[in-house]
């Protein structure tokens, strides 16, 4: 897992520089290279298959080329004047066969283990609805009241005044908020066109489809901000449709909760006001 070991130091990196108050952890990142960080289990479990197939098919490839150049080099008509005349060799064509038998089921039985921890969603502590429009995404959360408000881009011009760290073409004005460690089934539908709620360090990319309930699901152990964006294309505005997710304490949750069954449209107020306190106590830390 070195490589992506790298991405972590690009990704700490990153932060550092970039977290004028809230933490950005899942983005994109200059020059990167893989996947994401990986927030939640999924995430981490698809990074290390990701590294495991890449290790086959490179031994795969450089095999394949060691064998190619033998041959060009060892049986061209130069060096091999009189070539042989046999077609067979049923110990060679056994072995070609079996062997990548085994390799296709040495990599079916953990990608089948990844799909299932992928689609069977552990006991969940609260639903949130997520409804992709053209363009934009309605998010419900229906064991807390059932509020509901509609989460779109910021424009350009108003990142650089936004109240919390803004990233072009990823900052929603309203984000989804959930408390770190928290178990979130996230139900994904469409209200016009086949729209996708993708968020890549949470190992998520769930079909929303008209008339139809999709679920997945996410559990994030590391406060801070994820980006992820529609990954369907849905029509002329697709690429800005982003999706933002706030991962915070549970008592900021339960304040902007609180918050949102009054005005969802006023309740980043309270994330606003949380950040603006880590980063006055960060200040007064690093002052002492
Ligand atoms: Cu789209």
New binding site residues.
């Given amino acids: 897992m070195r490589f992506s070991a790298v991405i972590g130091v690009i990704a700490a990196i990153f932060c550092l520089t970039a977290a004028a108050s809230a933490t950005v952890i899942g983005a994109p990142v200059d020059g990167q290279l893989g996947p994401q960080i990986a927030a939640t289990p999924v995430q981490e479990h698809i990074n290390d298959f990701h590294a495991m197939l890449l290790w086959i098919i490179t031994a795969i490839s450089v095999f394949v080329l060691a064998l190619l150049i033998w041959v060009i080099v060892r049986y061209n008509s130069k060096t091999n004047p009189k070539a042989g005349k046999f077609s067979h060799n049923t110990a060679i064509e056994m072995v070609w066969t079996a062997v990548p038998i085994l390799i296709l089921i040495w990599i079916a039985v953990p990608s089948f283990r990844l799909l299932y921890f992928q689609d069977v969603i552990p006991e969940a502590d609260f639903t949130i609805k997520a409804t992709g429009n053209q363009w934009n995404w309605t998010y419900v959360y229906p064991d807390h009241g059932g509020f509901e408000y509609v989460a779109s881009m910021v424009p350009e011009d108003e990142i650089t005044a936004w109240p919390y760290s803004a990233k072009r073409l990823l900052t929603t004005d309203l984000p989804v908020v959930a408390p770190v460690g928290a178990t979130v089934r996230v139900e994904v539908t469409a209200s016009d066109v086949i729209?996708?709620w993708a968020m890549p360090a949470f190992g998520i990319k769930m079909d929303a489809i008209p008339g139809r309930l999709n679920e997945t699901w996410f559990r994030v152990e590391k406060e801070g901000v994820y980006y992820g964006q529609?990954s369907?294309?849905?029509g002329l505005l697709?690429a800005f449709?982003p999706i933002e997710v706030h991962i915070v304490p549970q008592d900021v949750f339960d304040a902007w909760v609180e918050a949102a069954n009054n005005d969802p449209y006023a309740a980043s107020d309270v994330l606003v006001a949380y950040y603006d306190d880590v980063r006055d106590s960060a200040r007064f830390a690093s002052v002492r």
């Fill in positions: 729209h996708n529609c369907e294309l849905c697709h449709m």
